[in-house]
């Protein structure tokens, strides 16, 4: 656009060309795994040198101040480029109205960054997918999702799976101790949010691995289970179950808010990571340990099937169930997004222990399987090849008239 400053100072990319600049939607503050990977995504964008402004949308998730690093925050406020950008959940999109989404005016597009973990959408929430003119998800799981239900374009854009800080632990700063653990244990690590709900991240099926895998001499001896949350606090049902069945087996639960340097840290000081998880749109806490060379044994469904390979993973298997109202009775407000009779998976308990077995036996096999897992996640999920894929898409899009996309969604070409 001619005489245009913002377009003027905006960074050249390959072969001098300008990149297409874009404003960024999303509660830039938010503990959520939504928000880490918006705020990896942008990091990848000004690395890739596509011009970003903030736009904050604060629609209730919980907030932590540190979450959005300095870095990012030295970025511009409001919209001052091509193209819309929005890390906003298609199931938090709802509470944008959209006089703000789409203002008076404006022609930008808007392209939603999307994450799902269940094989259908809701009939509320394919109504989302027409108010966006494209749709960047994930994993090949979610996308065969959008793509039967959104008449817009869905792109698989990969996840930025290093996390935003310094290799931890390798400068000796944060060791067991720090978190209350002990040096001389084989540590096992679970980890998730629990607002996104217990019966998803299905953390008591890591805790009954666990029992099954070692014995109770080797509980009180040889190894740990550290089940790391946030937001539990919040739910004290879940908590005091969840307590009592990790205490049974003589772990720990850690109940509180880190930072990206800490969370890295705490993974990097543990031997394996485990995730049971029935349904996972990406599974960031399983890329993000097998980029920091932990071997991971994790539900082999949804998202992370991208990635769980055998020779660089201990994927586990699993048989598909139905949602039960009843699974959802610690997150009871989730009722509203998982629908009973939606399906979901429900891993093999056995298998897992068996595996978790297996690495504590072959002290090798584990350096092996972490060796080859990080160099998967740092080859495919690195902030380079997210930053390179976001810029070719973002070029499509401001290359594409609205009308064109308009024609595109009512698939009219």
């Known amino acids: 656009m001619p005489g245009d400053p913002e377009r003027e100072l905006a960074p050249a990319g390959a072969g001098g060309r300008s990149a297409p600049g874009v404003n960024a939607i999303a509660s830039w503050e938010a503990t959520t795994g939504l928000a880490e990977a918006a705020r990896r995504s942008v990091r990848a964008l000004v690395g890739a040198g596509v011009p970003v402004a903030l736009v904050d949308y604060d629609y209730g998730a919980p907030r932590a101040a540190h979450r959005l690093p300095a870095d990012l925050r030295t970025l511009p406020r409001g919209r001052h480029y091509e193209v819309d950008l929005v890390f906003l959940n298609v199931n938090e999109l709802h509470v944008v109205p959209e006089?703000?989404?789409?203002?008076?005016?404006?022609?930008r597009p808007v392209v939603a960054s999307w994450f799902w973990e269940l094989a259908t959408l809701p009939p509320d929430l394919v109504r989302e997918t027409a108010r966006v003119d494209e749709i960047w998800v994930a994993s090949q799981f979610v996308a065969e999702v959008f793509r039967r239900h959104a008449?817009?374009?869905?792109?698989?854009?990969?996840?930025v799976v290093?996390?935003?800080?310094?290799?931890?632990?390798a400068d000796g700063g944060l060791a067991r101790r720090?978190?209350?653990?002990?040096?001389?244990?084989?540590?096992?690590?679970c980890s998730f949010d629990a607002s996104s709900t217990l019966a998803r991240k299905n953390p008591l099926a890591t805790v009954e691995a666990f029992r099954r895998a070692f014995s109770p001499d080797e509980r009180a001896r040889s190894v740990?289970?550290?089940?790391?949350t946030i937001n539990l606090a919040s739910l004290p049902e879940a908590s005091l179950a969840l307590g009592r069945a990790v205490a049974d087996v003589g772990g720990t639960v850690l109940d509180v808010e880190m930072t990206?340097?800490?969370i890295a840290a705490l993974t990097s000081s543990c031997d394996v990571y485990v995730s049971l998880h029935r349904a996972e749109g990406f599974g960031l806490g399983i890329a993000e340990a097998m980029h920091l060379g932990r071997p991971v044994v994790a539900t082999a469904y949804s998202g992370p099937a991208d990635f769980l390979h055998v020779a660089s993973s201990c994927p586990v298997g699993y048989r598909t169930t139905e949602v039960d109202a009843g699974d959802l009775r610690f997150n009871p407000a989730a009722r509203n997004v998982y629908v009973a009779g939606e399906t979901w998976a429900e891993p093999d308990v056995g298998e897992a222990a068996r595996r978790l077995r297996m690495l504590y036996d072959h002290p090798e096999?584990?350096?092996?399987?972490?060796?080859?897992?990080?160099?998967?996640?740092?080859?495919?999920y690195s902030s380079a090849a997210a930053g390179r894929r976001m810029r070719d898409r973002l070029e499509l899009v401001t290359a594409c008239p609205r009308d064109h996309l308009r024609a595109a969604r009512a698939g009219r070409t």
């Not at 290093?162 to 632990?169: K, L, M, N, Q, T």
């Not at 720090?178 to 690590?189: A, W």
């Not at 740990?224 to 790391?228: R, S």
């Open 260 to 262: 990206d340097s800490e």
């Open 224 to 228: 740990h289970l550290v089940v790391k």
């Open 151 to 159: 008449l817009c374009p869905v792109e698989i854009v990969p996840c």
């Open 365 to 380: 096999l584990r350096r092996r399987i972490g060796a080859s897992g990080a160099a998967a996640m740092r080859e495919r």
């Open 178 to 189: 720090d978190f209350g653990l002990p040096d001389d244990r084989f540590l096992v690590l």
């Open 162 to 169: 290093e996390p935003c800080v310094v290799e931890p632990v």
């Open 99 to 107: 006089t703000f989404l789409r203002p008076e005016g404006s022609s």
